[in-house]
């Protein structure tokens, strides 16, 4: 049996751990082949291959980024994309696929198996925003990578007695900023799925500063003021539909400053938050996966994807998962409140 290995979408530390994974654990227990395709569907599409052996995988665990090479290609999007895609698939000899990738390569997975093509899916995203799983790996380096930057704005902040304000990454979700903003001791988190009241964020940042320290605010990428919209980067649309996010911090600096007439200041982490080595976390999180995942390749599990539940992994069908994204719900939101202002 010849194996398929693609990374979609938008890349995050663990995904060459995954691919070490799936290859290390493949061609010893089932004697499978092993072939990469480059650049998420854009692999298949246009038959860009490289080889997969122990080898090729060796030293792969703590490095970041992908192997592959990954593009938010949508072969749903291209004339006869499926059509290609399956021929190419037949002419290499692959009989199987294994996934890597958030909403979008998934949900092209998911299409595709209902397309009769054979595929296994591992969720990875910065995000987190994927249902079906507890949690993805990229996530918790993202965290962390988010959570040392405000430890290290405090300092500088109190110094100044500004406000700073830390943008983070997580698209329509606010996992990111949730978790950071919390680990971090952040005075008010801003989220997509809460909309946020400008006068309330001002008031907070205040009494901040009565209390003589300096207030750090986390905002999501996707958060909205409750009379607004989101704040778009540009206005061009991935191959998905997908806006392009960032700005909102500006904005929220700008307007801090007009209302208190104190100093503030924006931090963009971008895409500091998907570079460089996994976490321990996410190293453990990913090799997981990978080695289920080929287990359910051998299981002729099609159409599944990998999860992770409490403290097992186990595997969920792809509709399922990409169906809707899974956001962060209200009550862990409150918990977040008891600390703003
Ligand atoms: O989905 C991961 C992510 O990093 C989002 O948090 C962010 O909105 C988007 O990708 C950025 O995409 P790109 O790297 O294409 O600018």
């Given amino acids: 049996m010849r194996v398929g290995i693609l990374t979609g979408g938008g890349d995050c530390p663990g995904l060459n751990a995954v691919i070490r994974a799936i290859v290390r654990r493949g061609v010893p227990e089932y004697g499978y082949e092993f072939l990469g395709f480059r650049d998420g569907w854009r692999g298949p599409l246009e038959a860009i291959t490289r080889p997969l052996d122990i080898p090729a995988v060796r030293g792969l665990l703590p490095r970041g980024g992908t192997i592959l090479g990954s593009s938010r290609t949508n072969p749903f999007a291209i004339e006869n994309g499926v059509g290609r895609i399956k021929k190419n698939l037949q002419d290499l000899g692959v009989n199987a696929l294994v ?4 909403e979008d390569t998934l949900g092209v997975a998911s299409e595709l198996h209902d397309a009769g093509v054979r595929v296994v899916g591992v969720p990875k995203t ?6 079906g799983t507890d949690y ?3 996530f918790d380096t993202a965290v962390n990578i988010a959570v040392e930057a405000i430890d290290r704005l405090h300092t500088t902040a109190e110094s100044h007695h500004r406000t700073l304000i830390v943008e983070v990454m997580g698209r329509h ?3 990111i900023a949730l978790h950071a903003g ?3 001791g952040a005075n008010a988190i801003l989220i997509p799925e809460v909309r946020f009241d ?3 964020v001002c008031e907070w940042v205040q009494s901040r500063f009565r209390l003589e320290y300096a207030p750090i605010v986390v905002v999501s990428e996707g958060a909205m003021p409750k009379d607004g919209e989101e704040v778009l980067l540009t206005g061009e649309k991935d191959a998905f539909g997908h806006v392009r996010l960032g700005g909102v911090g500006e904005w929220l600096g700008r307007e801090i400053e007009a209302r208190t007439g104190k100093e503030a200041r924006t931090t963009v982490l971008g895409h500091v938050q998907r570079g460089g080595t996994p976490t321990a976390r996410d190293r453990w999180l990913a090799t997981r996966f990978g080695l289920h995942a080929i287990d359910a390749v051998a299981a002729g599990q099609w159409g599944q994807m990998t999860a992770l539940r409490g403290a097992d992994i186990v595997t969920v069908p792809l509709h399922e998962a990409t169906q809707q994204l899974k ?8 918990e977040a409140a008891v600390f703003f202002g």
Avoid at 99 to 102: D, M, N, T, Y
Wanted: charge should be negative.
């Fill in 136 to 138: 993805t790996f990229g």
């Fill in 182 to 184: 919390m680990a971090g």
């Fill in 198 to 200: 400008i006068d309330q």
């Fill in 126 to 131: 910065i995000d987190n925003d994927l249902s």
């Fill in 327 to 334: 956001l962060v719900d209200p009550a862990l939101y409150a």
């Fill in 173 to 175: 979700a606010g996992w």
């Fill in 99 to 102: 996934a890597i990738g958030g």
